[in-house]
């Protein structure tokens, strides 16, 4: 094999593997039967949220998976297969999941969050989780409660005295 072959397949496998390490969720993604107007379509939603959508040959995914330890990984590494990658461990696998409700061709296979490999069912629960914006605002309302609640006491208390 020509060096100068051998030293681009090393960059990429490099260059998949800094993309896995450094993304917060990682979703591999069977595609086998979208027409192109579907993955144009898919492309677009998931560009949307800040996901990387990309094709790469398997075998150079498979040796980044293998440097990085996600030996579990592998055997989802078969067939025509596409990864998603976010910086949000949560919107690659909401809006594959939303996508492959309405495409059922598209069939998500497995994912690497937060450094662990986990299967179809953990991206699934992933999918139903709010974006990091619902998250901080769910997260906001609770700590608002009390303090509303502590409010609304004090004014009835006012309210009491004054009368």
Do not use: W
Not at 76 to 97: C, Q
């Amino acid at each position: 094999m020509n060096q100068a072959v051998l030293e681009q397949k090393k960059q990429l496998v490099e260059e998949i593997a800094n993309k896995m390490q450094n993304s917060a969720s990682t979703v591999v993604c069977e595609y086998r039967g979208l027409t192109v107007s579907e993955v144009t379509e898919l492309r677009r939603a998931l560009r949307a949220e800040g996901v990387e959508f990309i094709v790469y040959k398997n075998s150079m995914v498979q040796r980044a998976a293998e440097q990085l330890g996600h030996n579990d990984l592998l055997s989802s590494l078969t067939g025509p297969n596409a990864i998603a990658f976010s910086s949000d461990a949560v919107a690659p696998s909401r809006v594959l999941a939303n996508f492959a409700k309405k495409h059922e061709k598209l069939v998500l296979k497995a994912g690497v969050v937060e450094g662990k490999v986990v299967g179809n069912d953990t991206i699934q629960e992933l999918a139903s989780l709010p974006n990091k914006e619902g998250m901080i605002s769910m997260f906001l309302g609770c700590l608002q409660a009390p303090v509303r609640s502590f409010a609304c006491a004090l004014k009835a208390v006012a309210d009491a005295k004054a009368e």
